[in-house]
């Protein structure tokens, strides 16, 4: 029954990718899908270059690359019909979860049972526990020194992999106070912003400070730029 379950989801999810593909007047051709795929590539380059995620000579030859090629799709001449286009996918969409199945039944474990939540709180606990021991051995350690900034340095990281981004801006803040770097004085800003919900005057003043020590292609200036300028 419950394999029947699954199939039954599979379906559903698959089905209106099928329907839109074998209505008649939705078909596009590959040119048409093309340019759409180009252009969108091109708008999230843009999008990227803002947000200070790639710098400006990864997007420009980002750009021209893409370019190049949303050019020679519009030129391209249509060469296939709808059906030779629409039946490879609807194989592949009825094939890849039958292929899916038949090796999670092969080697998968379907019986296996989820993990007790006993056992998942219990790996929550230890690791909060090394946590506060890290904190604790920091804490007795020369607060000047770089090993130490590094302690704090790996604190925060540790933190904001758990979602604790106070606390994970809090042990930034310690290793800015040994020696300041602009990176993580924008990380600290960009960790207090969520988890406070917004721009606050402490955020802004952190984003001032490595603004000013930045140099000019520091890939995150822009966002901290436009974060500063936000009312």
């Known amino acids: 029954m419950i394999w029947l379950v699954f199939g039954l989801l599979a379906v559903a999810a698959l089905a209106p990718l099928l329907f839109s593909l074998l209505r008649a007047d939705a078909v596009r051709g590959r040119r048409e899908a093309d340019v759409a795929l180009y252009r969108a590539q091109l708008a999230e380059l843009d999008r990227d270059r803002e947000e200070g995620r790639i710098t400006a000579p990864e997007h420009a030859a980002a750009t021209a690359e893409t370019g190049r090629r949303l050019i020679a799709a519009a030129e391209a001449q249509e060469d ?107 990380r600290t800003g960009t960790l207090l912003m969520a988890a406070r919900g917004e721009v606050t005057e402490e955020t802004r003043d952190l984003y001032r400070r490595a603004l000013a020590a ?18």
């Open 80 to 186: 296939a019909s709808p059906r030779g286009r629409t039946m490879p996918v609807v194989l592949s969409c009825l094939l890849v979860p039958a292929a899916a199945l038949t090796l999670y039944l092969a080697a998968g474990s379907p019986g296996m049972p989820a993990a007790p939540f006993v056992e998942v709180q219990a790996e929550r606990e230890a690791e909060a526990r090394l946590v506060a021991e890290l904190r604790a051995r920091l804490l007795r350690m020369d607060p000047a020194s770089e090993q130490t900034r590094h302690g704090w340095l790996l604190l925060g990281n540790t933190e904001r992999t758990r979602g604790n981004f106070e606390a994970a801006a809090e042990a930034f803040k310690v290793a800015l106070q040994i020696r300041f770097d602009p990176e993580v004085a924008f």
């Open 214 to 231: 930045a140099p000019p292609d520091a890939r995150w200036r822009p966002m901290a730029e436009r974060l500063l300028a936000t009312p």
